[in-house]
């Protein structure tokens, strides 16, 4: 069974940019989940999808972060303008509607 | 207060030994407990759960849960060097499905 995959895996850019992340999950799982990883700290969710519908985006910055799950499968988490802060890795993972979550690789954002 | 709560470390133990990871959790209600192994520059893996109270054994691996004293833990039998890692616990909460807080990470050194 292929895991969830991410991409790109590395991405460096400067502040007020604008950037994109993608993210497949394994097959069938209908739950998926970003989460922003800062060095040294635990993931933090941002976003939580049930197929296509949001469940939980109460600590996404939606000034600036924005994300969508077309068709229910592949989704995409934007960021428009990138502020230093935002110098992370973000990780995708999926779930098959248990409370166990598949972690995809990530993708590590530096922002100068 | 912090939702769920761990030791950063580091956590030095010799080889063979058992290594002892703690966290305290603020939701009194929570249902689920997971920890997560994190290997430097890579994503969570999911090691072990655990949903009612006492212990969990897995292999080399036990988890402990006290709802009333809101603590869980992981124990490490015959630390290896590659059980080198940073160990993330997480909560499900109740305020949402299949929703993960997850705590800052202690990382853990196995001295050969």
């Known amino acids: 069974e292929a895991g969830v995959a991410q991409s790109p895996r590395y991405k460096i850019i400067e502040k007020r940019q604008s950037v994109a992340f993608w993210c497949n999950p394994i097959s069938g799982h209908a739950t998926l989940y970003w989460y922003q990883q800062i060095l040294g700290q635990g993931p933090k969710l941002l976003i939580q999808f049930q197929n296509n519908g949001v469940v939980d985006d109460s600590q996404l910055p939606k000034d600036r972060f924005s994300a969508e799950r077309l068709k229910g499968v592949d989704s995409t988490l934007k960021i428009q303008p990138a502020k230093l802060e935002d110098s992370a890795v973000y990780l995708c993972?999926?779930?098959?509607?248990?409370?166990?979550?598949?972690f995809g690789p990530g993708t590590r954002l530096t922002v100068t | 207060q912090k939702e769920v709560e761990q030791n950063s470390g580091p956590l030095s133990v010799p080889e063979g030994a058992i290594a002892s990871l703690n966290c305290t959790y603020s939701?009194?209600?929570?249902?689920?407990f997971f920890w997560y192994r994190q290997y430097s520059g890579k994503s969570p893996e999911l090691i072990m759960f655990i949903y009612s109270n006492g212990d969990k054994e897995d292999g080399r691996f036990t988890a402990q849960l006290n709802k009333a004293s809101q603590y869980v833990s992981l124990l490490i039998r015959d630390s290896q060097p590659s059980d080198s890692a940073t160990y993330l616990c997480?909560?499900?909460?109740?305020?949402?499905?299949?929703?993960?807080?997850f705590g800052q990470g202690t990382r853990l050194t196995i001295n050969p």
């Open positions: 939701d009194r209600g929570s249902q689920s």
């Open positions: 997480a909560v499900s909460s109740i305020q949402g499905a299949q929703k993960l807080v």
């Open positions: 993972a999926s779930s098959p509607g248990t409370n166990q979550q598949y």
